[in-house]
């Protein structure tokens, strides 16, 4: 299917809680949808027989520095041999995202590493600890306004 | 972290009771086995593994953080090389891939067929020493010499085609660093001559051995399902009898121009998707790189490899990711550009990150020394798994 049969799927099923359809080579094809229903697409996109998106490439967090952090799912369905992005975004304020992980199993650790690095919350996540910072670390390193602290653990920083 | 551990009563076959409790063993990060500072939280039942919970991160080095902070797109090669660092081509390979995408730059034919050779080479390299360790940990020392020894001949090519031997910065935006060095082609077919017969040497001496297949054969057993499910790529999805490889199923460069076959397990000693599987997918993979490397010396163009460099990187704003076959399944680059010189967000997606996901599922019900074979049998370098 091609990512404009896929989006109007979606769009039928989902209605206005689908936000933005964009296709401008050479980006990715993204499909943004509302944060509250990111799991129920995510579902849909994976159970539909027509869509079967079972693989999961990525999972990437984003600071967009406009007080917004966004998650970035791009998806492929190793049966029909199709290609989509879902995109949301979410205020600074209260990053909170409904988690994949029961969708695709392999969100649990990329889930983990945008928590970890962007600060981005995976509500209904069944580990959501840090992964690649040391589990008492402050702050959420690519966040665009993060400072780097002087001292970790009573110990210099070194730069 | 496990909540609690259990405390049962058991009876012994002599009438006494005795007390049975779970117990917490800390595998690495300092331990040969885990291959770099990966940290395993084992639940053992006595010698069976109830839980494991992999820790990772102790060679976190802020990849994506530092790629935010170059001044220009080139800058980040370097610290792509340092990511999986013995599959450094494929790596800076990938990486450029997603860049010139963005930029929507075509490069000419003679770099293709040399970034293609490289990676390949690369790739059996990266086998060789994935199955020489592997070997290793199972108690096999003959092997990993021998791996080594075949290893370093690749390693040579490399040198003198861009003077470095692990870590090479090679694969530029538009290009390559440098142009092949005078003797390369003779020498990389003589490579590929006196490589074919080493793979047989090697399974005669480790891949039918009796007590390889011991240790290896029904262990780790990883169906498809699950594979797919937890992302796993590479030979470890090829292990489960998935046919799938990015160079055939979503082609990239000029993969589509050469013959070879995706190689998958069969099962053939054990189960379908067990140890031994994963590991005879990765030699047979190395037989198939031969393949495409001797098809790529022979239709070598001439060129110029410099000519589609650009002098500015500055691609348009949008979003990519893009991805390649790695030595250990798909490496994606999502690169987010505003339109400047530098990148706005790079997320490198490494197969070993996502592969070692996988490690609870499968090595829950083993022994503690089937452990070993499981982690081994993942091929993971800790440089990539961390960033």
Same mark, same amino acid.
């Given at each position: 299917?091609?990512s404009q049969d896929i989006y109007e799927k979606v769009r039928a099923k989902f209605g206005d809680a689908i936000l933005e359809f964009k296709e401008a080579p050479p980006s990715d094809p993204y499909i943004k949808i509302a944060p509250p229903v990111a799991k129920d697409v995510a579902a849909f996109l994976r159970t539909d027989p027509d869509l079967q998106f079972d693989y999961l490439m990525c999972l990437s967090g984003v600071d967009y520095n406009n007080g917004n952090l966004g998650v970035v799912y791009s998806l492929f369905s190793m049966q029909k041999h199709h290609k989509i992005t879902l995109k949301v975004e979410v205020p600074k304020t209260e990053p909170k995202v409904p988690s994949v992980e029961s969708v695709w199993r392999s969100a649990d650790w990329h889930e983990r590493e945008a928590y970890d690095l962007v600060g981005i919350i995976f509500a209904g996540?069944?580990?959501?600890?840090?992964?690649?910072?040391?589990?008492?670390?402050?702050?959420?390193?690519?966040?665009?306004?993060?400072?780097?602290?002087?001292?970790?653990?009573?110990?210099?920083?070194?730069? | 972290?496990?909540?609690?551990?259990?405390?049962?009563?058991?009876?012994?076959?002599?009438?006494?009771?005795?007390?049975?409790?779970?117990? *917490? *063993?800390?595998? +690495?990060?300092?331990?040969?086995?885990?291959?770099?500072?990966?940290?395993?939280?084992?639940?053992?039942?006595?010698?069976?593994?109830?839980?494991?919970?992999?820790?990772?991160?102790?060679?976190? =080095?802020?990849?994506?953080?530092?790629?935010?902070?170059?001044?220009?797109?080139?800058?980040?090669?370097? /610290?792509?090389? =340092?990511?999986?660092? %013995?599959?450094?081509?494929?790596?800076?390979?990938? /990486?450029?891939?997603?860049?010139?995408?963005?930029?929507?730059?075509?490069?000419?034919?003679?770099?293709?067929?040399?970034?293609?050779?490289?990676?390949?080479?690369?790739?059996?390299?990266?086998?060789?020493?994935?199955? +020489?360790?592997?070997?290793?940990? %199972?108690?096999?020392?003959?092997?990993?010499?021998?791996?080594?020894?075949?290893?370093?001949?690749?390693?040579?090519?490399?040198?003198?085609?861009?003077?470095?031997? !692990?870590?090479?910065?090679? &694969?530029?935006?538009?290009?390559?660093?440098?142009?092949?060095?005078?003797?390369?082609?003779?020498?990389?077919?003589?490579?590929? $001559?006196?490589? #074919?017969?080493?793979?047989?040497?090697?399974?005669?001496?480790?891949?039918?051995?009796?007590?390889?297949?011991?240790?290896? @054969?029904?262990? +780790?057993?990883?169906?498809?399902?699950?594979?797919?499910?937890?992302?796993?790529?590479?030979?470890?999805?090829?292990?489960?009898?998935?046919?799938?490889?990015? =160079?055939?199923?979503?082609?990239?460069? &000029?993969?589509?121009?050469?013959?070879?076959?995706?190689?998958?397990?069969?099962?053939?000693?054990?189960?379908?998707?067990?140890?031994?599987?994963?590991?005879?997918?990765?030699? #047979?993979?190395?037989?198939?790189?031969?393949?495409?490397?001797?098809?790529?010396?022979?239709? !070598?163009?001439?060129?110029?490899?410099?000519?589609?460099?650009?002098?500015?990187?500055?691609?348009?704003? +949008?979003?990519?990711?893009?991805?390649?076959?790695?030595?250990?399944?798909?490496?994606?680059?999502?690169?987010?550009?505003?339109?400047?010189?530098?990148?706005? =967000?790079?997320? $490198? #997606?490494?197969?070993?990150?996502?592969?070692?996901?996988?490690?609870?599922?499968?090595?829950?019900?083993?022994?503690? @020394?089937?452990?070993?074979?499981?982690?081994?049998?993942?091929?993971?370098?800790?440089?990539?798994?961390?960033?």
């Amino acid at each position: 299917m091609t990512s404009q049969d896929i989006y109007e799927k979606v769009r039928a099923k989902f209605g206005d809680a689908i936000l933005e359809f964009k296709e401008a080579p050479p980006s990715d094809p993204y499909i943004k949808i509302a944060p509250p229903v990111a799991k129920d697409v995510a579902a849909f996109l994976r159970t539909d027989p027509d869509l079967q998106f079972d693989y999961l490439m990525c999972l990437s967090g984003v600071d967009y520095n406009n007080g917004n952090l966004g998650v970035v799912y791009s998806l492929f369905s190793m049966q029909k041999h199709h290609k989509i992005t879902l995109k949301v975004e979410v205020p600074k304020t209260e990053p909170k995202v409904p988690s994949v992980e029961s969708v695709w199993r392999s969100a649990d650790w990329h889930e983990r590493e945008a928590y970890d690095l962007v600060g981005i919350i995976f509500a209904g996540h069944p580990d959501l600890r840090r992964i690649l910072c040391p589990y008492d670390w402050e702050g959420h390193p690519l966040q665009k306004d993060y400072k780097l602290p002087e001292f970790y653990q009573g110990m210099k920083v070194a730069y | 972290m496990p909540e609690t551990t259990t405390i049962e009563t058991q009876q012994t076959s002599s009438g006494k009771t005795i007390r049975t409790e779970e117990m *917490i *063993i800390n595998m +690495g990060p300092q331990h040969p086995s885990t291959h770099g500072v990966l940290r395993l939280e084992l639940v053992v039942d006595g010698e069976i593994i109830v839980d494991v919970i992999p820790h990772i991160g102790y060679l976190h =080095r802020c990849f994506e953080k530092h790629a935010e902070h170059m001044t220009n797109y080139q800058q980040v090669i370097p /610290y792509c090389d =340092r990511m999986d660092y %013995v599959a450094s081509m494929n790596m800076d390979l990938a /990486y450029v891939l997603a860049v010139e995408k963005l930029l929507g730059l075509k490069v000419p034919e003679r770099v293709e067929y040399i970034r293609v050779m490289m990676a390949e080479l690369q790739r059996v390299a990266s086998h060789l020493l994935a199955i +020489g360790t592997y070997g290793l940990d %199972v108690g096999a020392f003959t092997p990993f010499l021998f791996c080594f020894r075949d290893r370093e001949h690749i390693l040579d090519l490399f040198e003198m085609t861009c003077g470095a031997r !692990l870590l090479y910065n090679y &694969i530029w935006i538009g290009g390559v660093s440098h142009d092949l060095a005078t003797g390369f082609v003779d020498k990389a077919k003589r490579f590929c $001559a006196y490589f #074919r017969p080493k793979i047989k040497e090697l399974n005669d001496l480790l891949t039918f051995n009796e007590i390889f297949i011991k240790r290896t @054969a029904n262990v +780790g057993i990883l169906p498809a399902d699950v594979a797919i499910n937890y992302g796993c790529s590479g030979p470890m999805l090829r292990g489960s009898g998935v046919n799938w490889d990015l =160079r055939r199923d979503d082609p990239y460069s &000029i993969y589509d121009r050469f013959e070879w076959e995706v190689q998958v397990g069969k099962g053939e000693v054990g189960t379908v998707g067990d140890c031994w599987d994963r590991y005879m997918v990765r030699v #047979r993979e190395m037989e198939q790189s031969v393949n495409i490397i001797e098809q790529a010396l022979v239709r !070598l163009p001439e060129g110029d490899v410099f000519s589609a460099i650009p002098k500015r990187i500055r691609p348009p704003a +949008g979003d990519v990711y893009v991805r390649s076959e790695s030595p250990r399944g798909e490496i994606g680059f999502y690169v987010v550009s505003d339109g400047s010189t530098s990148p706005y =967000r790079v997320k $490198a #997606r490494s197969p070993a990150f996502v592969n070692l996901s996988v490690l609870p599922e499968i090595s829950k019900g083993y022994m503690i @020394a089937d452990m070993v074979a499981i982690v081994g049998s993942v091929d993971i370098v800790l440089g990539e798994v961390d960033r």
